[in-house]
């Protein structure tokens, strides 16, 4: 059974950092990329980042380039985004996915196929 898990969200005060993990489980190949996004109240859903699983080479969205940086862990199956200098306006659920392939698409929603359950981030004084 694919499964994804997020953690590392929170409370921080606007300048600060967050580390979030996604742990991805079950899946029978190394070929799928890991993407990042995030959905803010009354707002549609965001793409951030992304990993492609073949090179780990990475984009991100212009909105947290130079901010936010997207990595994968030791274990093949972890993927960070460290969070730093963070604004009120990355106020949000950030959750990950997953995308079959050699290198991510990035803001392709359609094709992200499996999709954790999020974590919060707050960003406020």
């Known amino acids: 059974q694919v499964q994804l898990v997020e953690s590392g969200g929170g409370l921080v005060r606007p300048g600060g950092s967050l580390r979030l993990s996604c742990t991805a489980s079950g899946f029978t190949s190394d070929y799928y990329n890991i993407g990042w996004f995030r959905q803010a109240p009354g707002k549609e859903r965001e793409w951030v980042s992304c990993i492609s699983s073949s090179d780990d080479s990475t984009k991100y969205a212009d909105s947290v380039k130079g901010r936010l940086t997207i990595s994968r862990g030791n274990a093949k199956n972890t993927v960070y985004l460290q969070m730093n200098s963070l604004k009120p306006e990355d106020t949000a659920v950030y959750y990950c996915?997953?995308?079959?392939?050699?290198?991510?698409?990035?803001?392709?929603?359609?094709?992200?196929?499996?999709w954790g359950q999020g974590t919060q981030v707050t960003v406020s004084s």
């Open positions: 996915a997953t995308e079959r392939g050699a290198y991510c698409s990035g803001d392709h929603f359609w094709a992200y196929e499996y």
